[in-house]
């Protein structure tokens, strides 16, 4: 059986190359992999919703006169301060924590090392313990619990040391 760190290599190396499938089979084993699209559209700037509204404007209608009044909603700047995303590797179910009774394995500040397990991603009835890869404090959760997640999805930010 092919280890989560043999399987994330494939990954890279199959997303780094110009392979669009990718099946590999050992010891009873198969991996298979396939791009879904060469483009990938990542926004540049964040796009940003603004709601303006007009305070008291009275407007005449058919004699009657109305006031409508709006309130404008401040828009919140992403000021999370971090320097890597840990992604998902593969397609599955994110868990926070090894099971329902226990605590989460990392929440926001705590710290992680290279190895620390940071969440459980379930694939096909397996579950695969995802590590942090770095070392640092978790800024942000990206995901809840039993949250579908896709491949190369980031699941949290770390502000390494």
Known sequence: MLKV???REIIK????SSINEFTYETNGTKVSMKKL??????????????EKDVTAVP????????????????????TVNYDFEITSPMVGTFYSSP???????VSVGSSVSKDSVVCI????????????????EIVEVLVENGELVEYGQPLFRVKTK
């Open 5 to 7: 760190q043999e399987i």
């Open 13 to 16: 190396l199959v997303d780094q």
């Open 37 to 50: 699209s060469d483009h990938v559209v990542v926004p540049s700037q964040p796009v940003v919703q603004v």
């Open 59 to 78: 407007q005449q209608q058919l004699g009657k006169q109305e006031t409508i009044q709006t309130v404008e909603t401040p828009v919140k700047e992403n």
């Open 99 to 105: 099971n329902p009774e226990s605590d989460p394995f």
């Open 121 to 136: 991603v379930e694939a096909m009835k397996l579950f695969n313990e995802i590590e942090a890869e770095v070392s640092g």
